[in-house]
């Protein structure tokens, strides 16, 4: 009865590669997310998806290519992989605000990323 | 200069030990604080979520909003052990998804 998965859990891979990494929610959400945090602990948003149409895309390399096949899933493809991309990606997901003045974010358990 | 503000720590307190964290932000538009709690190779979880200004309490929590000098808090009464987590605050405008988070203030609780 897991909220909100990813698929890996670890990632270590070489310099120049393309990896995705894979988010589901079962929770019934309509917006799912994509979060970086370095090693510092500082948790940026990447791109937001309601309903399969892409909300947020922040300045993010256009190396990362989010897709959304359903509602449910929000996967992050990466292309030719750097050094400075390793860091953990969270997935999360809410309703989102249309018409809600109070809105969760639910967090998945993190994709740690290492680039060698 | 991050638009949320918020000291790193770590901070390490005795259990039974009020806890305060704090973060100041610059941009007056956000409407909504929230307090998200993060335990080690975990994601994060919320806490806490107020709208604009004053207190909300839960339990041994309590969240303070001070929409003037731009500058919310949480406190922790009686500490725990288990309490030992990173706490990150994050804000957003209205009619947004978009959350802003702090850096994150680890806290220790030590027995």
């Known amino acids: 009865d897991t909220a909100v998965s990813q698929t890996p859990k670890y990632l270590v891979t070489q310099m120049g590669n393309d990896k995705s990494i894979k988010c589901e929610q079962n929770l019934g959400h309509d917006t799912m997310y994509w979060y970086k945090q370095d090693s510092k602990k500082f948790l940026k948003i990447m791109f937001s998806?309601?309903?399969?149409?892409?909300?947020i895309n922040e300045t993010v390399p256009n190396r990362f290519s989010p897709k959304s096949p359903d509602k449910a899933h929000l996967n992050l493809h990466i292309n030719s992989l750097e050094l400075g991309d390793s860091a953990v990606y969270f997935c999360?997901?809410?309703?989102?605000?249309?018409?809600?003045?109070?809105?969760?974010?639910?967090f998945g358990p993190g994709t740690r990323l290492t680039v060698l | 200069q991050k638009e949320v503000e918020q000291d790193p720590g770590p901070l390490s307190v005795p259990e039974g030990a009020i806890v305060s964290l704090n973060c100041t932000y610059s941009n007056s538009a956000f409407q909504y604080f929230m307090w998200y709690r993060q335990y080690s190779r975990k994601g994060p979880e919320l806490l806490m979520y107020?709208?604009?200004?004053g207190n909300k309490e839960d339990g041994r929590f309590t969240a303070q909003v001070d929409k003037s000098s731009k500058y919310i808090s949480l406190f922790i009464r009686d500490s725990q052990p288990s309490d030992s987590a990173t706490y990150l605050c994050?804000?957003?405008?209205?009619?947004?998804?978009?959350?802003?988070f702090g850096t994150g203030t680890r806290l220790q609780v030590f027995p």
């Open positions: 998806y309601n309903n399969k149409e892409l909300i």
């Open positions: 107020t709208y604009s200004s």
């Open positions: 999360a997901s809410s309703h989102g605000t249309s018409g809600r003045a109070i809105d969760t974010q639910y």
């Open positions: 994050a804000m957003k405008v209205d009619n947004t998804d978009k959350l802003i």
